[in-house]
């Protein structure tokens, strides 16, 4: 199997390189960077990248989250697709974690754990909230880092064009296509956006 890993960016210079560092250097993993018009340093970054990493490259799209990933998916050429905010760091093993919870045909795609990177209290409880709400619900939320097998993600249309909400959207449909995983291993996401702007 390959895994394409998929990160939509805009603006995200602070963040980007070490999410980038942080990948498994692999010969099956293809890494999409999906850039929605930029004006920092971010598409330095991931021009740097790409020209050291063969199996990366960067790819231009309209703004918005959905559409950036849903450019991505189209660019992409693995068998599985990882959808990573440029803010999330994955944990050691990833891919081999993703094949392996994908092993059973019956399963579609999933999501991880999250951790929130803050000593903020409310970091934490909102990461164990989420990952609750996750496993009762099948509900996730991109933070999650969910993964879908490319045909199924196919199959469903990719992500809805809507400005908010798009991942758990896609998750609703994605659980209803078939058994969908809430893995144990945890990625660890920046706070920021919960500081600045709260859930949404």
Known sequence: MTLSVIIPTLNEEQALGQTLADLPSSHTLEIIIVDGGSTDRTLAI???????TPMAQLVRAPTGRARQMN??????RGDILLFLHADTQV???APRIIESALANPAVVGGR??????????????????MNWRSRTSGIATGD???????????????????PLMEDIEFSRRLKRAGSTVALRQTVTTSFRRWEQQGPL
Do not use: Y
């Open 46 to 52: 991931a021009n740097t990248f790409c020209a050291h």
């Open 71 to 76: 450019e991505g998916a189209k660019a992409s």
């Open 91 to 93: 944990v050691e093993g």
């Open 112 to 129: 991880f754990d999250v951790r929130f990177a803050t000593r903020s209290g409310w970091g934490s409880i909102i990461g164990a909230l």
């Open 144 to 162: 999650q880092a969910i993964f879908v097998r490319r045909h199924i993600f196919e199959r469903l249309g990719g992500f809805a064009d809507i």
